[in-house]
């Protein structure tokens, strides 16, 4: 079983920035931020697959939000620019040990971290 710690959140005015962090107990495969803004259903934000190097974002935060990993510290990074009102959500760490082509969906990942708070006003 993995274990996902996630820290980094709080409240930014807009147009601000804030940078998640996420540590894993071991290694993974994916590994992927999502959120869950108040009243509706949890979103993908960005996803790395080591197995291939692929990126994914979604349309909403391309060109604001850049996810990285340090995998000597099996750690996953979201670095979240010009952030705005709409950016408020609880922020998820989502990962997998799974060897999948794609990890881009909430089926693909196994393990979840407890959520961090972002709140832009």
């Known amino acids: 079983h993995v274990q996902l710690v996630e820290s980094g959140g709080g409240s930014v005015q807009a147009g601000g920035s804030l940078r998640l962090s996420c540590v894993a107990s071991q290694y993974t495969v994916c590994g992927g931020w999502f959120r869950q803004a108040a009243g509706k259903e949890r979103e993908v934000i960005a996803t790395l697959n080591d197995f291939g190097g692929r990126v994914h974002y979604a349309d909403s935060v391309k060109g604001r939000f850049t996810i990285s990993q340090d995998n000597a510290k099996n750690t996953l990074f979201l670095q979240m620019n010009s952030l705005k009102a709409d950016d408020t959500a609880m922020y998820y760490c989502?990962?997998?040990?799974?060897?999948?082509?794609?990890?881009?969906?909430?089926?693909?990942?196994?393990?979840w971290g407890q959520g961090t708070q972002v709140t832009v006003s």
């Open positions: 989502a990962a997998t040990r799974r060897y999948l082509d794609v990890c881009q969906s909430r089926t693909d990942f196994s393990y």
